[in-house]
């Protein structure tokens, strides 16, 4: 059975650092990429960007480009998303999700809160 | 960076209707991998729609999907009650993914 399995649910202040990971198992994870979606309280998706495994190749929305960085250790089977400065307006839900044909599995979110 | 648009914003029918949701492209999606998703409160999105009009594993026929090119459509031929939810497109087709900014179904 095919699993993304995230990291729990975080708060943080504004200024702080987060990494949060998700873990892939039940596929051959080398084979496909990773990306990772926003959804703000109540509104709509957003594509923040896709880390291919080996981590050759990792793109950006421009939204998202220099606010946030992708990784992946294919050793462990898990990809992650990080911040060195979070801002009150990075609360929301993050989703990684596998990319096929579409974002065909999910995790199933970590709500990150960033409030003073 | 292909931007999206979905319309209407809302669509209120009723059990049983039709509903056609449209998702056009500011440029023309390679390959025409465009992507239909339902998102319901409190869960993830699933996968309905790909290659513009591929159903996904497990969808039901009712749903069904066309177009090409900037013009996209998310056709559900008869309402049920479960298909009250949020729908969104996206697209793959180069290497920036982006999605459109939903429509709401409601009853």
């Known amino acids: 059975e095919v699993q993304l399995v995230q990291s729990g649910a975080e708060i943080r202040k504004p200024g702080e650092s987060l990494k949060i990971s998700c873990k892939g198992s039940?596929?051959?994870?080398?084979?496909?990429?990773i990306a990772w979606v926003r959804q703000k309280p109540g509104k709509g998706l957003e594509w923040m960007g896709l880390?291919?495994?080996?981590?050759?190749?990792?793109r950006y929305s421009p939204s998202f480009q220099g606010q946030v960085s992708l990784s992946i250790d294919d050793s462990i089977t898990t990809a992650y998303l990080q911040w060195s400065s979070l801002k009150a307006s990075d609360t929301a839900i993050y989703y990684c999700?596998?990319?096929?044909?579409?974002?065909?599995?999910w995790g199933q979110g970590t709500l990150v809160t960033v409030s003073p | 960076e292909i931007v999206l648009t979905q319309s209407p914003g809302t669509l209120s029918l009723s059990p049983g209707e039709r509903a056609t949701l449209s998702c056009r492209a500011s440029?023309?999606?390679?390959?025409?991998?465009l992507v239909w998703y339902q998102q319901k409160p409190g869960q993830v999105p699933r996968v309905l729609i790909y290659?513009?009009?591929t159903r996904a594993t497990g969808i039901p026929d009712r749903f069904s999907g066309s177009g090409s090119g900037t013009d996209f459509a998310l056709i559900i031929s008869r309402l049920e009650p479960e298909d009250f939810a949020v729908y969104y497109c996206?697209?793959?087709?180069?290497?920036?993914?982006?999605f459109g900014q939903g429509t709401k179904l409601e009853i």
């Open positions: 999700a596998r990319h096929n044909t579409g974002l065909d599995f």
């Open positions: 039940g596929y051959t994870f080398t084979t496909y990429r």
């Open positions: 880390v291919r495994p080996g981590g050759s190749d990792t």
């Open positions: 440029q023309s999606v390679p390959g025409n991998h």
């Open positions: 290659d513009a009009s």
């Open positions: 996206q697209q793959h087709g180069t290497s920036l993914h982006t």
